[in-house]
Each structure stands twice: as structure tokens, then as C-alpha cells.
């Protein structure tokens, strides 16, 4: 997988997708942090710019659409 930067898009495998602003700053992070555990309220900081409440729930829809735009077309 592939960051295109300062595009929102990316590629994976060939296959090109695009991507909100804050879904690329969330694979970016990712990308740069390929084996590391990363606590949510780094990432809240990190993707986002922003200290979320610990139990919102805008880390786990984003990873959920970050997911699904990467899913092989069925």
C-alpha cells in the first residue's frame, strides 16, 4: 500500500481509491507506524488534530469507511 500525498488518494495493489482528509491522516499514521501499538488518544491527536472524549466513537467508524474503501470489489 501507497500514500499519495497531497492528494486524498491512495493505492493498493494497482487499484486506486480515494480517501477524506481524515481517513488519508489516518493511514498515513498507520503507514509511519507500521509495528507499533498505538493508544486512541494518540491517534485522536495524531489523525485529527484534536483531543477527543476517549469513548467517541470517530476512531472506530473511520477505521470501519478506511476499511471498506479498501475492500476488493465483490
Given at each position: 500500500m501507497s500514500e499519495h500525498a497531497p492528494d486524498a488518494d491512495a493505492r493498493r495493489g494497482g487499484r486506486r481509491f480515494a480517501l477524506t482528509t481524515t481517513e488519508a491522516h489516518l493511514l498515513a499514521?498507520?503507514?509511519?507506524?507500521?509495528p507499533t501499538d498505538l493508544h486512541r488518544a494518540l491517534i485522536y491527536e495524531r489523525a485529527w488534530d484534536y483531543h477527543f472524549s476517549l469513548?467517541?466513537?470517530?476512531?472506530?467508524f473511520t477505521i470501519g469507511s478506511l476499511r471498506a474503501t479498501q475492500a476488493p470489489d465483490s
Open positions: 499514521l498507520f503507514l509511519r507506524n507500521p469513548s467517541s466513537n470517530a476512531l472506530d
